[in-house]
């Protein structure tokens, strides 16, 4: 199968030190704007809007809203009215910056070496940016950032790189794909800690000043110790495994974030246009989802919180697209009522105790169980749909 390589930006394929780049890219948009705002005001209004970003797990709404939502009140100005100024700060500014970044000398190589391969990548850099400030930095990286499947950044994401629901967002909207991934980068604390909670085979790239290696990491070195472990190694030793805990609440999070930016490049008229496979169009996938989340998922939490050893039911679901004519649904408003469906399962899920998670039941279809596989079935179940979304959405792949 094929590799699967999420590969950090800023000191990995890129030198970067960010405790001078931070300081030295917030200087230069506060005088930019000053004829508008206060610099002291935009310091303020900067911290705390990428504060926010950092800490936020709300999957409706993207980081440059969490951003745009804290930034522009705090300023006292209608949002959209520094839209001219900020898009000529990245376009004129920003660019400026470039002396503070070198090009990393082995990655150009490594990379041409994976898409050689067949390899897939993804620029998983932290999408704290909007994509033109993000762009400008992978062409000083000495790449074009369209030959990326790829790129994370604040205008479709929904998650930092704090959390390990970034990861799963990432690989979601990549289409979940099957086989080996690998998760590479230089920060111990954010690159490689949140992706190993996810289930993923991490390489920490220990050569970059940003964290000291630890024994948290799979694997270490530079870019050519990377590519030699590439060639060298079974590609199944990394497959990922996404049983744990952290796994699981992780992909239930990340699911309506990734089907909200898969979504959002999709044209109304596409929502109930038909397959070329003949498979559900994608309004109906999202209604079977929001129905599933209501009437299946839902009532199986509250099966195992309330009783012992419970049986499970699992209904065949695969018929309610006919019988409730998901066709004539609109799919953008199915999808709102997703995404409030799934913030309830997961506040049901987080009513659980530690010990609950080990609770038996009895499942209509699997047999035996607890109640840590019963919501890996779950999760498992998001995986499939949102595999199947990302075929129906770029046919062709």
């Known amino acids: ?99 503070l970044t070198t090009q990393n000398p082995k990655a150009r190589p490594f990379v041409d070496w994976a898409f050689s391969k067949g390899y897939r990548i993804a620029i998983a850099t932290d999408p704290l940016l909007p994509r033109k400030a993000t762009y400008h930095r992978l062409r000083w990286a000495g790449f074009d950032p369209q030959q990326f499947e790829l790129v994370t950044t604040y205008e479709h994401f929904h998650f930092s790189k704090t959390h390990s629901s970034y990861y799963a967002e990432v690989l979601g909207r990549l289409g979940w794909p099957d086989g080996p991934a690998l998760m590479v980068g230089n920060d111990m604390e954010r690159d490689i800690v949140p992706a190993k909670r996810l289930g993923l085979a991490t390489f920490h790239i220990d050569e970059a000043p940003a964290s000291k290696s630890g024994p948290e990491a799979d694997f270490h070195g530079d870019l050519q110790d990377l590519r030699s472990l590439l060639e060298s190694t079974d590609p199944s030793k ?91 649904e609109d799919g953008e408003a199915a999808l709102r009522e997703y995404i409030t469906a799934r913030r309830e399962t997961l506040n049901l899920i987080k009513s659980f105790d530690p010990a609950d998670w080990s609770r038996k039941a009895r499942h209509a279809i699997f047999g035996p169980t607890a109640f840590l596989e019963v919501i890996g079935f779950i999760a498992d179940h998001d995986r499939l749909h949102v595999q199947q979304a990302w075929r129906i959405l770029q046919p062709g792949k």
Not at 250 to 265: C, D, M, N, Q, Y
Not at 270 to 290: A, Q
């Open 1 to 99: 199968m094929t590799m699967t390589l999420l590969l950090d930006l800023d000191d990995t394929l890129l030198n970067t030190n960010l405790e001078k780049f931070i300081p030295a890219y917030f200087q230069a948009l506060a005088k930019d704007l000053a004829p508008h705002i206060a610099p002291e005001l935009m310091f303020r209004a900067l911290l705390s809007g990428t504060a926010l970003m950092n800490e936020s797990e709300d999957f409706s709404q993207t980081l440059e809203e969490v951003f745009a939502n804290d930034f522009y009140p705090q300023l006292n100005v209608p949002m959209g009215e520094l839209n001219d100024a900020i898009e000529n700060f990245y376009d004129n500014i920003f660019p400026t910056l470039s002396g």
């Open 238 to 328: 990394f497959e990922p495994s996404y049983k744990s805990l952290d796994s699981i609440l992780s992909i239930l999070s990340s699911t309506p974030a990734v089907l909200r930016g898969l979504s959002r490049k999709v044209d109304s008229s596409l929502w109930s246009l038909p397959s070329d496979s003949g498979e559900w169009t994608f309004t109906e996938l999202i209604c079977h989802l929001r129905d599933t989340e209501r009437e299946i998922h839902q009532i199986q939490i509250k099966l195992l919180k309330e009783n012992s050893e419970p049986f499970i039911p699992r209904p065949d679901t695969g018929i309610w697209a006919n019988q409730r004519n998901y066709l004539q």
